[in-house]
Structures are given as C-alpha cells and as structure tokens.
C-alpha cells in the first residue's frame, strides 16, 4: 500500500516562509511525477507545483511563481515545497499527489494559515 505524509504546516504572519515536506512510502517504482496541490473552504483544489522524477523540471502555477520552490530529494523519498513570502491568499489545506503511469495517490493533507 502506498503511502504519502505530508509535513511542516503551521500558522505564520505574512511574509513569513514554511518548507512543506512530501515523503512517499510503500512502492517499487519511484513516481514519475510529485505535484503539490492546495484547497481553500469552499473552493476546488487547484495545482500549486509539481516535479518531474526524470529530468528534476519544476511547474509553478502563477500564483506562486517567483515565491515557491520545488525540489526533489531522491535519497529521502521526499519532495519539498519551499514557500516564502507567504500571503494570506496562501492560506489553504496544502495535498501532495504523487503520479505514475498507471495512476495516483494522495496524501492527507497538511493545513498552512497565513494572518495579516
């Protein structure tokens, strides 16, 4: 069974910065893709960032260009999401999904709280 954690969520002032942590357990093939996604209450879940496994290019949504930063560290399973500049429009439930060919999981989410 696949498993996927996601850490270091919290409530921080704006402009404040939080290194969120994606570590993926429990399958042979290392993902093809890992691709951090955030809901607000009453909203759908948009695409944050995402990483390629093969070639380490990252996505940004334009939101976040230019704040946020993704990377990969293969030898800890585990992918970060570096956000700094944090505004309050970044508050949200913060879900990582990790994608291989065949399909996908997801994690159970990691709560982030920005207040002005």
């Known amino acids: 069974e696949v498993h996927i954690v996601e850490s270091g969520g919290g409530v921080v002032q704006a402009g404040s910065a939080l290194r969120l942590s994606c570590t993926v357990s429990?399958?042979?093939?290392?993902?093809?893709?890992i691709g951090w996604f955030r809901q607000a209450p009453g909203k759908e879940r948009e695409g944050v960032s995402c990483?390629?496994?093969?070639?380490?290019?990252?996505f940004y949504a334009d939101s976040v260009k230019g704040r946020f930063s993704i990377s990969n560290d293969k030898a800890k399973n585990t992918v970060y999401l570096e956000m700094n500049s944090l505004k309050p429009e970044d508050t949200a439930v913060y879900y990582c999904?990790?994608?291989?060919?065949?399909?996908?999981?997801w994690g159970r989410g990691t709560q982030v709280t920005v207040s002005s």
């Open positions: 429990g399958s042979t093939f290392d993902p093809a893709v």
């Open positions: 990483i390629s496994s093969i070639d380490a290019v990252g």
């Open positions: 999904h990790a994608g291989w060919r065949m399909g996908g999981s």
